[in-house]
């Protein structure tokens, strides 16, 4: 019994937080004592889970699964995982991979566990610790089921080399009726420019902004830190930004290796989204805002003056250091 | 068409989260408790269904008697009728599994449950509903629309959304965008006295068994002071993250 990993791709690349699955996927296996199979789609650079420790990639291509689709993809997966004898199923913490865990759960009859920020404390039975309470607590949650399935926190594990020699096997899975009941109409996404799923550093802004019109500074930073913008819940109720860019409880969770916060007072909702970043920035002109009691680091002052000398610092670091 | 909402009962977001016994349980003493944001923007998309194009409204809820108040709520916002599964909501597959026996027996058009509750973020229960039941399923959906037994479907995807068109009997995983928090109802005086008359049915629940047990819970690591930045000396900011956080 392998330990089975969803490696989801993007315009046939595989995506960062598939890679970093498959690390997790693979430090799990040596508690287990066990190796790691992969199962990808329509991916024809494979090879590269091997540096991350997979051992055998089972490799689906198939012109129906191009674009995403939950239930015909958690199919595939279900029949990977009983063909491989898989009782531990690593995914990421993707909309995607979301979407496809609870149809998987139901299908396998499995234990999931969401936004799993460690590997196991304990294997007989698994006990993973996760993020709760949206963010405000943790919970170490037991596995009970014949099947586990785990998905992994963005950017909790990291990306852990382990070179392994991976063989490819096609894999043709038995799609059922009904698998393209939802069918794909049109993707409306920002190609090239960071997500705020998949970004190492989010830059995000409030009301202290003061008007949509102002959020130039704003997306000159994030494009000087190869960052993915995003907004307070005001910000985008008031519509000076896309809902797409609300971070916070009701939001989007961000879980980034930085998290800066301009004009942002950090109510606990918002604090609540964010605080699984690693190192949060607070820039905010009032010394008592509550995101300075939450942030590492923090600059009192204007952020019309602070957000453009920070642009030209960060400018110099860069061409210091390209 | 015949619609389920399905409740979750949950701590108001404003909420500072506490353990006790031993940190094996989550501490609801002095909790305000609510409808789970993400079920009530459903909800209320549920409502203009209602008015709109006369559909029926039921929500359901797997709780104890003290939920109740939060059911009510929901009938006052004006669902028709209300249903509740007598147990205590332990794991999402135990949960999914209640709500799938409802919506089988109720034989529901479209059920709408929330992406993910706020307290124990399993997101799980409308995907393991849809595979158990084998109905379609559109979860992180920000738009829907229903027109005779075609939907159609914007689901919020990694850096943008997706349009989807499927067919009913259909599940939502619904979150704001279904409708505007502007469009979230107060319950009013009328809505409530009326609530007071609809039905809420107490149910028994399947026999099913849990998935998963929360054995302990954590509170985060208490933060350390936060380290200020002169606004007048920024380059020692870029200087920390890069030398001393290592992120940048």
């Not at chain 1, 909702?269 to 002109?285: D, E, F, R």
């Not at chain 2, 799980?124 to 039941?133: D, E, N, S, T, Y």
């Amino acid at each position: 019994m392998s330990i089975l990993v969803y490696t989801e791709s993007e315009q046939g690349k595989f995506k960062k937080h598939a890679l970093e699955a498959a690390s997790y996927a693979y430090a799990v296996a040596q508690q287990l004592g066990t190796t790691v199979t992969a199962i990808s789609f329509n991916n024809e650079e494979n090879d590269v889970l091997g540096t991350y420790g997979v051992s055998k990639v089972l490799k689906v291509s198939d012109d129906n699964l191009k674009t995403f689709n939950a239930k015909a993809y958690a199919q595939a997966v279900s029949q990977a995982a009983s063909k491989e004898d898989s009782r531990v199923i690593v995914l990421s913490s993707s909309t995607d991979s979301k979407y496809m865990a609870g149809l998987l759960a139901g299908m396998l009859k499995a234990s999931y566990a969401p936004n799993v920020v460690a590997t196991p404390e304990s294997t007989d039975p698994i006990v993973v610790k996760r993020t709760a309470f949206s963010n405000k607590g943790f919970a170490l949650t037991k596995l009970e089921a014949d099947t586990s399935i785990i998905g992994v926190s963005n950017n909790a594990f990291g990306l852990k080399e382990n070179p392994t020699d991976a063989t490819v096997e096609v894999f043709n899975p038995e799609l059922k009726d009904g698998a393209f009941g939802v069918k794909s109409v049109e993707v409306d996404k920002v190609v090239g420019k960071a997500t705020i799923a998949d970004a190492e550093i989010v830059v995000s802004a409030g009301r202290g902004m003061k008007g949509p019109e102002n959020w130039g500074m704003i997306e000159e930073l994030a494009d000087v830190l190869g960052a993915a913008t995003a907004c307070s819940k005001p910000v985008s109720d008031l519509g000076w930004r896309p809902h797409g860019e609300h971070v916070g409880q009701t939001g989007k969770p961000v879980a980034s290796n930085l998290y800066i916060a301009i004009g942002i007072s950090g109510a606990i909702q918002h604090l609540a989204g964010v605080s699984a970043s690693k190192t949060k920035v607070v820039i905010n002109n009032d010394p008592e805002a509550p995101f300075f009691k939450a942030a590492d680091y923090g600059i009192v002052g204007d952020a019309f003056e602070v957000v453009p000398k920070l642009i030209e610092k960060l400018k110099e670091f860069k061409a210091q250091n390209a | 068409m015949k619609i389920l909402v399905c409740i979750s009962n949950v701590p108001d977001t404003t909420s500072k989260i506490n353990f006790t016994e031993g940190d094996t349980k989550f501490d609801t003493s002095g909790i305000q408790f609510v409808i789970n944001p993400n079920d009530e923007f459903g909800l209320t998309r549920a409502m203009w269904f209602k008015e709109k194009q006369g559909a029926t409204v039921h929500v359901a809820s797997v709780g104890e008697a003290s939920t109740e108040p939060t059911i009510r709520k929901a009938l006052a916002i004006g669902a028709d009728e209300a249903i509740r599964v007598d147990a205590a909501p332990t794991d999402g597959f135990f949960v999914a599994r209640q709500l799938a026996d409802i919506v089988k027996k109720g034989e529901y058009d479209l059920v709408i449950a929330g992406r993910e509750s706020i307290d124990y973020n399993g997101g799980m229960v409308p995907g393991i509903m849809a595979a158990l039941l084998d109905m379609n399923f559109v979860n992180t959906c920000i738009n829907l629309e229903v027109d005779g037994n075609n939907a159609t479907a914007v689901r919020e995807i990694d850096g943008g959304k997706e349009k989807v068109s499927t067919s009913l009997p259909l599940i939502i995983g619904g979150q704001k965008g279904l409708v505007e928090e502007s469009d979230l109802r107060i319950p009013n005086m009328r809505g409530i006295m009326m609530a007071r008359q609809k039905k809420l049915n107490v149910v028994d629940p399947v026999d099913a068994t849990a998935a998963t047990e929360e054995v302990r819970f954590e509170k985060p690591a208490p933060k350390g002071e936060v380290k200020l930045v002169d606004a007048d000396n920024v380059g020692e900011l870029v200087e920390l993250l890069h030398n001393e956080a290592k992120v940048i």
